[in-house]
């Protein structure tokens, strides 16, 4: 949405504004203390991400892939999930990370080199960042299947943009998950750019309106409203655990940052766009509607600023003492039972490796 664009229909249970507003599909009965808690979640996920691109722009990371802009479709809908539901996430979900109890610093390793990927904690139920695009919904839709033939009384929940629902992946994916009635949510954060690509290159008609061919629904919501996106996933979760299949979202939110760190938007979009979003911030959205029903003063705003803070520095901290990889560990994993060629070429790496050692040595 542009400046000067009419208000997209969406499901908006909090407005821009911070008023609360009514749905009688996507009821939500919400405490003040939970209200915070969103609140906390959103301001914390964002002090981490910024503190991400710091490091990245200090030489500490080597790409950093920001979610500022889009926390609240991520938080809402991450709070939305049982313990025992599956995420697959793409590569910017860090607000769905800390929902599921994942140390944010271990979303680093990979972004420094530590490591090529590993699995989070099995209890925390969130599968490893996959960094091609809509490959995790292929993923999302088998694992769904297996969960509707084990009867487990549980849903699956699989995350991507804009740009992804034009990969054949998805669309194979939505195939599948329709003609099986698999039992997931497919999440979009339609944050308007696919890279330098905007939305209105890739399609005629609004994102959610896709599920309509494959026989299953869309909704949208306002992504910049954890409310609703919480709302609506609840929604969606209960609709996959009951049996009644799969459910596309698209939570029409915003990429306020850059696509990557090695992206430059100010290429392809406008700083009058931007401020645009700007007074459409998730956080500032909620702090208002907070501060004027008097459940949350300036010190209370003021002590989550300095728990970001003390994340911030523990984060720092953790990834400087992030050890180096053994470097020859990229020959590993390869394939399962080792391979000839495999091991020649670590041979020949390893002793590359060993002449810089013997020529200091000299």
């Not at 939505?174 to 330098?196: E, G, K, L, M, R």
């Amino acid at each position: 949405m542009t400046p000067g664009a009419p208000e997209p229909d969406y499901i908006q249970l909090l407005t821009p504004g911070g008023e609360r507003t009514e749905d009688s599909t996507y009821s939500l009965d919400v405490t003040p203390e939970e209200l915070r808690g969103l609140y906390r979640d959103m301001a914390l996920t964002r002090r981490f991400d910024e503190e991400a691109i710091a490091l990245q722009r200090q030489g500490e990371l080597g790409l950093w892939p920001s979610s500022y802009g889009q926390e609240a479709a991520q938080i809402g809908s991450a709070r939305a999930l049982g313990s025992d539901d599956y995420v697959f996430p793409s590569y910017r979900e860090h607000g769905v990370a800390w929902c599921r109890g994942i140390d944010p610093a271990t979303l680093l390793a990979v972004f420094r080199g530590v490591h090529n990927g590993s699995r989070p904690p099995k209890k925390a139920n969130f599968h490893p960042y996959t960094l091609v695009i809509g490959a995790q919904t292929l993923h999302a839709t088998g694992y769904a299947m297996g969960v509707a033939k084990d009867s487990a009384d549980s849903a699956v929940v699989a995350y991507f943009g804009d740009g992804a629902i034009s990969q054949g992946d998805v669309a194979e994916s939505f195939t599948f998950a329709a003609v099986h009635n698999a039992p997931i949510v497919f999440f979009c954060q339609n944050n308007q750019w696919a890279i330098s690509a905007p939305t209105q290159t890739q399609t005629r008609v609004p994102l959610y309106q896709r599920a309509q061919g494959y026989g299953f629904p869309g909704v949208r919501v306002d992504g910049n409203d954890v409310l609703a996106c919480l709302a609506v996933t609840k929604w969606a979760l209960e609709q996959a655990r009951s049996g009644q299949g799969p459910t596309l979202i698209e939570a029409y939110t915003y990429r306020m940052g850059a696509h990557t760190t090695s992206d430059d938007a100010t290429r392809y979009r406008g700083d009058e766009e931007v401020e645009y979003w700007r007074h459409r911030d998730p956080l500032t959205r909620l702090a208002t509607h907070l501060t004027a029903q008097g459940w949350a003063d300036r010190a209370y705003l003021d002590t989550v600023v300095q728990e970001g803070e003390q994340l911030a520095r523990r984060i720092r901290e953790s990834v400087r003492a992030m050890p180096d990889p053994d470097p020859s560990a990229l020959f590993e994993n390869v394939y399962a039972d080792g391979h000839a060629l495999v091991d020649e070429e670590r041979a020949q790496f390893t002793a590359y490796q060993a002449s810089f050692t013997d020529a200091e040595g000299a």
